[in-house]
């Protein structure tokens, strides 16, 4: 202790002499003359050797044993000084000393125990390691024992020991049982397969176990069933190994296939093949899934295989003496074993099939097929049905039919010719109570037809007889069923005990037990007989539409003719349309055929029923049938007006196929010219005429009424045909004027081909460049029509079709908005609708016209605009005063000056007959409501009154005196020198031919 009275340590000293209790003295000391704190302020010249300091602490510790601070700081210096010497240096003896020294005192820190096990497992001395962790579980509280176990189990692992880690890991398992896997790990890693097993078997039996790591109890199930599966022998003394899979089959359903694979292959490696193949054969009789059954079967086969193949390398292996004690024994072996496997692979489908019916043993399909698998093995076939009808339920059948099953069976009887048998199967069946009345009507007619080709005809007659038979008591049940259900019981479960009506009981109705009763009248009875068996069932109100075209058929085949009209009639009474059809048509056509044109009243009746009770898509035949049967002994009148009806009544796919039909007939009957009204059928739209444009007068009534437009197209194409034929070109460049509205350049270029085909073979230069046309020949479907007056070339109707059809995508939207913002029609139509209706409610309310002739845009812009159109319309070029020459400027670049010249007086008259004012006196532009209405008010009086004075032969009055000079111009134009021809002979058709013949 000469230190003490060192002059560098005097202040501490004479500090400590005055307190020596004061822990704060004693750090502030050691803190000075330590060696290694980095201090600026700090006087190197007092650093102290280790020697003095351990001094130091040693004083310190006398004076204040339960410091923890002073024991951990003299800890550390002492580890820090000798951690680097020998493990048999005096300095780490001293330093275990030490902790044992400081563990007296602070034995209750847990730290002051980690500290002293890190040092005996650095010191390598294992013993005291392990004592060591010892007195410290036995010194702490139970709180702080996880932070013994973990440094603690770590070295178990490490020290190589095994049964010093799993007797430590036991003791952990006491008080973490969770954490089980990490030894279930440690044991897997030292090979200590039967420790594994039981560690596992507990995991999986303890119902509180939970897996730290989140491991499921079927993957703690399939881990001990492989493990026992491929250790064997240590498992086997161990653990019940069969026992555990087999539970284990029991509780997981979806891995049964594997699991007695696992059993089978832990007898094979134990070497108990025989054990192993019963195993095998036990998993084939009791899995429940086709997969399980394909695992087990090919494990299965693939063991037979490795045996043989064992086998034969040991014969190849042996020496020749062995070969000639023991070949003959191992020969018999390997063919026993091979003609085992052989079996096995022939009995896979008898396997398979028994896995489907112990899924359901209800299975009918499964069950017929089984029996077809024994077909060659009748006993065994007889057998496999037999536990058929006894194993399934008729109301829990499922797959095919059971009537199947029992025609299966009987069938088996009837093909070794045992009919017995067969009949005594047959009698069982039918007393089966079956969920439809169609399995037992099958049963009956097998069993009839049996009898049949067996010529056991009596039998089969009784057995029909008995299918047809309304069975005793039946009306009875029924009536307490109906008294059961409400309405005539008191009780609410009055009827519970009733049940439903059997099968039995319905099957005197079903139709195919009906039919084939009366085959076998028509074929074995007499008419008499026959008849009684149609009118019964006809009675019972049960036949089928063929029923009764059979009944009808065979009456007429024996001359009762009359009768047979009555059963027609019976039949298109009871059945409706489309049942009904066909016994129309034979009806119809029975009828014509036997009495011709001799009863023609009673055949226009039966003709109109029909047309009257079929609808519409169903009536077109019988319409041409009715129009036939006038023109062959009717009126030929009567023939059109028939005709005239299908055009009307028929649905909208059929029309143009029908209004084709009368055409025809009205050409070949009347002539060609009588064709023209049937084209010109509208919906009583008025002419209008005038003398500018009188062609309009040969197509005012072109619009056929609810035609589509594409098939109005193809009517038009036809009329123009019509009037070529009778020479009427005129009258067919108007058609195809009209038609125009119809065809879409874009889509329906065929049409306008054919316009300009004609006018190439039929027209001039004039004519094809300048077409005379009317534009208002008649209103849009709902407006009035208007008479305009202009001129328009085919080329230019053309380009403003397509330019309609085409400006339909970009102007539908603003087009079918209202005034007030709201849609006219839904924002979802197509291109085709959205056209319809916008030019059908929109452009045609701005300026009545003919769809037949489309207006070029100048003529809409001045006729719209100059009568107070709004002129912001998208579409239309506005134009304000005379001057506007956007328009103008574009017509005489396409027709020269004269045609502008004439188009605009053409413009001015359509202006004034819209108002009589000039253009610039119009009403505002802003009031849209009612220029409207009063340009077409306007617009139709002066179509009336031209329309008028067409009819009376007497020019318009109230026409000014341009009018009537561009009139008088257009008379000298329509003058022309034309060369007579020869009338066509089909102008005047067949009744004029006839009519000359007579004259």
């Not at 005996?120 to 176990?149: C, M, N, S, Y």
């Not at 038609?739 to 879409?744: E, L, P, S, T, V």
Request: hydrophobic fraction near 40%; glycine fraction near 4%; include cysteine.
């Amino acid at each position: 202790m000469d230190y003490v009275r060192d002059p560098r340590f005097l202040e501490y000293e004479q500090e400590l002499a005055r307190n020596p209790y004061s822990l704060k003295s004693w750090l502030r000391y050691l803190y000075d003359t330590a060696p290694d704190v980095q201090d600026e302020d700090r006087d190197e010249s007092k650093v102290a050797p280790p020697r003095v300091r351990y001094g130091i602490y040693e004083r310190a510790l006398k004076l204040l044993p339960m410091s923890y601070k002073l024991w951990r700081m003299y800890l550390q210096e002492r580890w820090t000084n000798a951690k680097r010497r020998s493990v048999r240096s005096k300095a780490l003896k001293i330093l275990v000393n030490t902790y044992e020294r400081a563990l007296v005192h602070l034995h209750r820190m847990p730290r002051i125990w980690l500290d002293y096990s890190e040092l005996l497992v650095h010191l390598r001395k294992g013993t005291a390691a392990r004592k060591v962790f010892d007195r410290a579980l036995q010194a702490l509280p139970v709180t702080q024992h996880e932070r013994i176990w973990e440094p603690y189990l770590r070295w178990a692992k490490s020290l190589g020991v095994k049964e010093t880690a799993v007797r430590v890991y036991r003791r952990y398992l006491m008080l973490c049982p969770n954490d089980r896997e990490q030894y279930i790990q440690y044991l897997v890693s030292v090979k200590e397969w039967a420790e594994v097993a039981k560690q596992l078997a507990l995991c999986v039996n303890d119902d509180k176990f939970e897996s730290p790591t989140g491991t499921s109890k079927h993957t703690l199930w399939m881990q001990l069933c492989n493990l026992c599966a491929k250790h064997p022998e240590e498992c086997k003394d161990a653990l019940p190994v069969e026992a555990i899979i087999r539970s284990g089959a029991k509780r997981f359903s979806d891995e049964v296939g594997k699991l007695w694979c696992r059993l089978a292959d832990f007898h094979v490696r134990l070497g108990e093949f025989e054990r192993a193949r019963d195993v095998y054969e036990e998993a084939l009789h009791a899995v429940l899934t086709v997969r399980d059954f394909s695992l087990v079967f090919d494990a299965y086969v693939t063991f037979e295989e490795k045996v043989v193949t064992a086998k034969l390398a040991m014969l190849e292996e042996q020496d020749e003496e062995d070969e000639e004690d023991d070949g003959d024994i191992d020969g018999d072996d390997v063919d026993f074993r091979l003609a085992r496997l052989e079996h096995l692979t022939a009995q896979r489908p008898f396997l398979i099939n028994a896995v489907l019916l112990r899924q359901n043993p209800h299975n009918v399909s499964e069950w017929i097929k089984r029996g077809e698998l024994y077909r060659d093995k009748p006993a065994q076939a007889a057998l496999a049905y037999r536990d058929a009808i006894q194993a399934i339920d008729p109301q829990k059948a499922v797959g095919r039919p059971l009537a199947e099953l029992w025609i299966a069976f009987a069938q088996l009887y009837v093909e070794q010719k045992d009919l017995d048998s067969a009949r005594l199967v047959f009698r069982k069946a039918v007393d089966v109570p079956f969920r439809t009345v169609d399995e037992l009507a099958s049963v009956y007619c097998y069993f009839c037809e049996v009898q049949l080709l067996h010529e056991n005809f009596e039998e089969a007659f009784e057995i029909i007889n008995e299918a047809v038979a309304e069975p005793v008591g039946s009306l009875q049940r029924r009536r307490k069923r109906a008294a059961a259900s409400g309405r005539r019981a008191v009780g609410k479960d009055a009827g519970a005990n009733l049940g439903a009506a059997t099968a039995k009981d319905r099957l005197h109705r079903n139709a195919r037990v009906w039919s084939l009763y009366l085959d076998m009248e028509e074929s074995l009875g007499t008419p008499e007989t026959v008849r009684a068996a149609y009118d019964r069932i006809l009675e019972l109100r049960a036949a089928t539409s063929q029923m009764v075209l059979n009944y009808a058929k065979y009456l007429q085949e024996h001359e009762f003719f009359e009768e047979a009209f009555r059963v027609y009639e019976r039949g298109v009474s009871v059945f409706k349309f489309p049942h009904s059809l066909h016994l129309w048509r034979a009806y119809i056509t029975d009828f014509i055929a036997r009495y011709r044109g001799s009863k023609m009243e009673r055949a226009r009746e039966i003709l109109e029923q029909a047309c009257m009770q079929i609808p519409a898509e169903g009536a077109a035949e019988f319409y041409v049938a009715y129009a036939k049967l006038e023109e062959k002994y009717g009126l030929a009148r009567h023939t059109m007006a028939v005709l005239d009806r299908a055009c009307s009544s028929v649905p909208q796919d059929q029309k143009l196929a029908a209004y084709k039909l009368y055409v025809s007939k009205a050409s070949a009957l009347y002539g060609a010219t009588r064709a023209r009204p049937i084209y010109e059928k509208g919906r009583g739209a008025r002419a209008v005429a005038v003398r500018l444009f009188r062609l309009c007068r040969l197509c005012r009534l072109c619009r056929i009424k609810d035609l589509p437009d594409a098939m109005a197209v193809e009517l038009c194409k036809d009329f123009a045909d019509l009037e070529i034929k009778l020479g009427e070109v005129d009258r067919a460049r108007a058609i195809y004027g009209h038609g125009a509205q119809f065809a879409d350049p874009n889509t329906q270029a065929e049409y306008w081909k054919k316009w300009q085909e004609f006018e190439v073979a039929h027209g001039n230069k004039d004519t094809f460049r300048f077409v005379r046309h009317c534009s208002p020949c008649s209103s849009p479907r709902g407006s009035s029509p208007v008479s305009l007056r202009h001129r328009r070339d085919m080329l230019r109707i053309q380009r403003s079709v397509k330019m309609a059809y085409g400006n339909v995508n970009y102007m539908a939207t603003e087009m079918l908005t209202s005034d007030n913002g709201q849609p006219l029609v839904a924002q979802d139509h197509d291109a085709n609708e959205a056209a319809k209706v916008a030019f059908g409610k929109t452009i045609h309310r701005r300026l009545p016209r003919a769809r037949c002739c489309r207006p070029r845009k100048s003529l809409y812009n001045h006729d719209l605009v100059g009568a107070g159109a709004p002129s912001n319309i998208e579409g239309f070029v506005p134009s304000t005063n005379a001057n506007a020459s956007a328009p103008s400027n574009k017509r005489k670049a396409d027709d020269g000056a004269s045609a502008e010249s004439e188009m605009a007086a053409l413009e001015r008259q359509v202006v004034q007959r819209c108002n009589g004012d000039p253009p610039h006196r119009f009403a505002s532009r802003t009031n849209t409501g009612l220029w409207w209405q009063a340009a077409r008010a306007k617009t139709d009086a002066v179509a009336d009154a031209e329309a008028a004075g067409v009819v009376a032969g007497q020019g318009d009055a109230g026409a000014g005196n341009g009018e009537e000079e561009e009139e008088e111009e257009d008379e000298n134009e329509l003058d022309l020198d034309l060369e007579e021809r020869a009338v066509p002979d089909a102008v005047f058709g067949q009744i004029r031919k006839a009519e000359g013949q007579k004259a």
